[in-house]
Nanobody
Framework: QVQLVESGGGLVQAGGSLTLSCVAS????????MGWYRQAPGKQRELVAT???????DYAESVKGRFTISRNNAENTVYLQMNNLEPEDTAVYYC??????????????WGQGTQVTVSS
């Protein structure tokens, strides 16, 4: 099993910045991708940004130019630098990973979530 632990959420004013971190631990053979999703009250969980092992990235249109995802593969860590935050970015942010726990078994894993609140 793979465990994901997020940190870095909090309350910030509109226009401010936050950096989220997520560390993967446990039985890790190989991480395929790590990324971030978010879920606002009354809305479905949506992709924010992902980064695969080869370095390819994918961003939601609403965060392009404001958010940057990065990974430290050696430390199994993914970061989300969020700049120019807007009230619409308020949500619980979840770390996500596709990973192999052995050469033949892979799964999708989620963190417990961290709250980001942007005040206007």
């Amino acid at each position: 099993q793979v465990q994901l632990v997020e940190s870095g959420g909090g309350l910030v004013q509109a226009g401010g910045s936050l950096t989220l971190s997520c560390v993967a631990s446990g039985s890790i053979y190989r991480i395929v991708s790590m990324g971030w999703y978010r879920q606002a009250p009354g809305k479905q969980r949506e992709l924010v940004a992902t980064k695969n092992a080869g370095g390819g990235t994918d961003y939601a249109e609403s965060v392009k130019g404001r958010f940057t995802i990065s990974r430290n593969n050696a430390e199994n860590t993914v970061y989300l630098q969020m700049n120019n935050l807007e009230p619409e970015d308020t949500a619980v942010y979840y770390c996500n990973s596709y990973a192999y726990s052995d050469p033949f078994q892979w799964g999708e894993y989620w963190g417990q979530g961290t709250q980001v609140t942007v005040s206007s």
